[in-house]
């Protein structure tokens, strides 16, 4: 049992290579959809659940421990590796440099479970954009499961592989969780919000870089996202990643837009309705 455990938590299996799109990858995504689809059919019964709050607390507190759970884990892979291994710099180990939840998806999960717990508004409009923008790209190109300097990557017999798709899956659910069963909408200045707190957070994670030497937010090495297009120079690289956030946010405002036009062209109808009535 204790060596199946070390094994589990411990360091990518020998000859495997995850795959975008293989049968590890789409799994995870199926299942998402499926808890998608029964929060909302079952939206009305969550809601009138009289434990709901408690619900809630513990989808928080696993989403924060969730997080947490990468840097803890990266140490005992790199304790691992440095003794099984005989190297005293590990390809994985942990560090201030990649640790730290100062990805878009990582300070999300920290956030949202926060969100979740006061059931906070605010915290909702800047997050529902930054999980469509951060999520969506990790999870669609998770390269985050891949290992640099090292022959094999993380799969379903390792911690990281469910670590990764729990943290940010669950983000995703908890932003669906917000919306069907808590109710709460987007509008133009919850965009112009999150836009406005992601330049903030950008900005700010491109100064930690220059002090850490580290690479959060792919701001110094953005090869690493799995897209080629970036530009390697810092400044053109913000500017970059900016434009594609902004790009996302206005495709996860789309639905949000014909749903608020909707609305008002059958209320102006009604109105146009109720006047010939009088007449």
């Known amino acids: 049992m204790v060596y199946i455990l070390s094994n589990f938590f411990s360091y990518p299996e020998d000859g495997y290579t995850f795959k975008y799109y293989s049968l590890d990858h789409l799994v995870p995504l199926i299942i998402m959809l499926i808890i998608i689809l029964i929060l909302y059919k079952y939206r009305m019964k969550i809601q009138q659940y009289k434990h709901e709050k408690i619900v809630r607390y513990v989808i928080a507190a696993v989403i924060i421990l969730t997080q947490m759970s990468y840097g803890w884990n990266n140490a005992y892979i790199g304790e691992q590796m440095r003794e099984s291994l005989?190297?005293?710099?590990?390809?994985?180990?942990?560090?201030?440099?990649?640790?730290?939840?100062?990805?878009?998806?990582?300070?999300?999960?920290?956030?949202?479970?926060?969100?979740?717990?006061?059931?906070?508004?605010?915290?909702?409009?800047?997050?529902?954009?930054?999980?469509?923008?951060?999520?969506?790209?990790?999870?669609?190109?998770?390269?985050?499961?891949?290992?640099?300097?090292?022959?094999?990557?993380?799969?379903p017999t390792r911690f990281r592989y469910y670590q990764f798709f729990i943290g940010h899956i669950g983000i995703v659910l908890i932003i669906m969780y917000m919306i069907v069963v808590l109710g709460h909408k987007i509008n133009k200045q919850s965009l112009i919000r999150s836009f406005l707190w992601l330049n903030v957070f950008a900005i700010s994670t491109l100064f930690i870089n220059y002090a850490l030497g580290s690479n959060y937010l792919f701001l110094v090495d953005p090869d690493k996202t799995g897209i080629t297009f970036f530009p390697k120079q810092?400044?053109?690289?913000?500017?970059?990643?900016e434009t594609v956030a902004l790009v996302f946010f206005l495709l996860a405002f789309l639905p949000w837009y014909y749903k608020e036009k909707h609305i008002v062209k059958n209320k102006v109808s009604r109105q146009h309705q109720s006047i010939q009535e009088v007449a």
Not at 115 to 134: A, R
């Open 86 to 155: 005989n190297k005293v710099q590990a390809p994985i180990q942990a560090s201030i440099q990649k640790d730290l939840p100062l990805s878009l998806c990582g300070i999300a999960m920290v956030l949202a479970g926060i969100m979740l717990f006061i059931n906070s508004k605010k915290l909702f409009d800047v997050l529902y954009f930054w999980v469509f923008c951060g999520s969506s790209l990790a999870l669609f190109l998770p390269s985050a499961l891949k290992v640099s300097n090292y022959d094999y990557d993380f799969g």
């Open 234 to 241: 810092d400044i053109l690289t913000l500017i970059t990643f």
